[in-house]
């Protein structure tokens, strides 16, 4: 679209937007305006980590041990080197570390949300549409799901997983069933969202006109419960992924996650905790700090979304 | 009981109440003044949003935020309550003007029984103890026509059909026997069966105990059956005031002309019902000069330029150019 | 009233049996029961007669049903990995996993409660404000990290409570607690800090939006214009109202103690049923993962069903089973 041909809107779209309530509620929260950028910051850290990263922590190559435990920000007593974050006993810069884990957590939260996002509102649409015995199933399994908690869910798919994949394959298996893992664990709340949507639009006169007309209902409703659903899948999504960030490294902390060959946050906190002890905190402290920071500030935005889209909540 | 004071119970003099928005200020009420006499019940009516309820929420002290009270005061029996400390103002409700709301299904709490409810209101606002309190909730109920009163009063609010609520709600308005009520919208949640038996049973109970009434409603034709006087409400002032008959008989306002006419009649004088065209306007936008203008089939200049007052015409009051002996078209027929 | 009940007990029961179902699928079809029992090179006799024992031959219905009725008489098989029954490693750590649960679901429930209903009257003052805004912080702190933090400070820095382990126990019959000794009671303190943190702040910020939505209720308004004073409305009209849909859903909240016990058990090194379950689930012991998920399902349907009956007791609504209306 060229500048000359957009319709000359008085306001101008950008303004318009600018001037929206919503664009209002968003200005007027510094805490969410400084969480979001906070969290671009870190998501784009963590895309471009390999353009970022001062070295590749997951090349054997490059590491020395005589790098091992560096402080932060001090020259390495053998080698001079200096680590932005410290390094490990293997002599890792914590720093790279810390950009590529993220990447590795935010891909795997990231998938999992779109992965349950798609199941849950899936179910909820064929729920709400089909009705009868179909939708008493669907919507019995999703209760038990709900009340049953992720983490629980989460590492009964693992082990079922773990128990079906040949060892030989599971190592580079891991990211995907972690992500079938969390996914599974978190659908049923888009699906009992959706449901309730489609089963007010169902019940709307124009779905039967559409019909008596000879039209399918499925595309008709479609195009009307989507819109609908669109702001509470939103705000859905956005709070699980903080979730699925969250589960995605208490099962790595569990052991039960990304292999030591691909760290997520989840992985390097779990290294991190046997220097607890030893006085190596930085090993420790910086991949907590991100993953709090991240989850954060995620929640934060969450939890402005859906005030906003939700004035009565206030 | 009865007062031979010849003050009035209540006053109110140029009250506006405002609601903060982003958008800026709405005033849901603009400078509305009235009084009501010892034992009279004054009707009041007009759109939904005219600002009859916030009157009423007004002057019992319970408007929410963002809304305030912006200027004006409140008298009850001489005594200013406007400005009252909150404390204060909690031992006026209930003791001194009582409430009923509108849905009697949501006004009790649905987890305690009524008899709990009733005690509770009655031991906060007298010395009784716990037995006596329990007494006079069973007299009361008894008043407001449930039948044995001793049995019903230990049942839960669900227990009721819609109009014994409302009549178990109407006890607990006069508890500390006020002697004021303000009834908002009484039978608007009720069966059109019993709504006439619950505006007869509060116009017979106030009577007895010489209590005034200020009573919210829509329904014109409540009004012209219980009020003495009325007041027509548009866009959050008053229209007209005035003595019942007289309103409705022969209104003044264009307004009320128009709200008098929509009132089907079963004489049939009227053939058809009048219909005012356009409908009121949103609190943020209300024009300049008269409120109505933009609807009024008598308009002229000065309604654009100048908010009309309230002027004494015969036994009442109206808010209108048209009845300015001073202004220039004189009294419109 | 007893329609009511007796239904929550039906859908209990349903619930289990579906339960039941995965887990026996998990039992029957994650990898070769047989082999996993006997290993790679037991003679292909060893095995016929091993899968003749254990039934594997029948019909799959009349397996399940087995299943089922072993399971309910509390045998689950034997441990792929241990070699002993899962049920005597079960009952050996049930305590442990109870005492901090248990105790983790009070500690949450009641100052969730205390701190919501702070947060709700208190809606603009600041100190209301920061209870807020530190549970969102909670919110977003893993459960493991909370665990950390503790350990760093109270174990490390502060050595004032041990970091890992029970303590000292004591058995009662069959029964060992740690809550008849120094030992034991000091390192039940930070496991059950982290593991009610977050059900904290999850129930507060439940009661705190409960709260505000029954406060702007018509039955609040009444009571206001009938004078009662604020406190008592706050105490005794809107509490017990807040408090209704809360038990329901922190009741279902509590079941998650017990799975998130997991991660604080791996924490803090406590022999509980969740750091036996994540070492089942690193070997896939699918035996012990049948069982721990049949567990935890119980506990689930013992927690609904206590719920159903407070909720009975609150509700004067669900008491009255025939509506006695008014004449």
Redesign the interface.
Known sequence: MTVASTPPNPPGRLARIWDSDIAWSFRSSPVTVVATVLALLLVAAAVAAPLIAPYDPFDPASLDLSDGFSRPMVPNEITGKVFWLGSDSQGRDIFSAILYGSRVSLLVGAASVLFSLVIGVGLGLVAGYVGGRTEALIMRVADVQLSFPAILVALLVFGVARGLIPPAQQEQMTLLVLVVAIGLSNWAQYARTVRGSTLVEKNKVYVDAARLIGLRAWPVMLKHVLPNVAGPVLVIATINLALAVIEEATLSFLGVGMPPTQPSLGTLIRFGQQYLFSGEWWILLFPSLVLVLLALSINLFGDWLRDALNPKLR | MPHEDTAPILSVRDLTVEFVTRRGTLRALDRISFDVARGEVLGVVGESGAGKSVTGSAIIGLIDPPGRIAGGEVRLAGERIDNLPPEAMRKVRGKRIGMIFQDPLTSLNPLYRISEQLIETIRVHTDLDAAQARARAIALLDEVGIPAPEKRIDSYPHEFSGGMRQRVVIALALCAEPEFIIADEPTTALDVSVQAQIIALIKSLCRERGTSVMLVTHDMGVIAETADRVAVMYAGRIAEIGPVRDVVKEPLHPYAKGLMGAIPSLEGETPRLVQIPGSMPRLSAIPQGCAFNPRCSQVYARCHVERPELIAVGSRKVACHLYDTRSKSGVAA | MLAYILRSLMQGIV?ML??AFIAFS?FRF??DPVVNMLGQEATLQDRAELTERLGLNDPVPLQFARFVADAAQGDFGISYRQGRKVSSLILERLPATVELAVLSAIFAFVTGIALGVYAAIRRDGWIANLVMALS??G???????IG?GL??IFA?ELRWLPSFGRGDTVAVGWWTTGLLTTSGLKSLVMPVLTLGFLQLTLIMRLVR?EMLEVMR???I??????????R?IEF??AL??TL?PVITIAG?QL??VI??A??TE?VFQWPGLGAL??N???F?D?PV?SAY?LF??FV?VLT?LLVDLVYVA????LR?GN?????
């Not at chain 3, 919110?139 to 990290?145: D, M, R, Y």
């Not at chain 3, 609150?314 to 609504?317: A, F, N, V």
């Not at chain 3, 509506?323 to 004449?327: Q, S, V």
């Open positions: 619930v579906a339960v998990m994650v990898g969102l912080i919110v977003s702190l893993p459960t493991f990290l950390i350990i760093y490390v939006s209720a018509d039955f308004r009444f009571a206001r214009a009938r004078g009662i004073p604020e008592r005794r009209h017990r109202n209704i279902v079941g998650g799975a998130f997991i991660v791996t379950f994540v089942a689930v690193q896939v699918v993962m998920l935890v399902a689930f609904s609150l509700d004067p609504r009255s509506p006695a209306m008014a004449k």
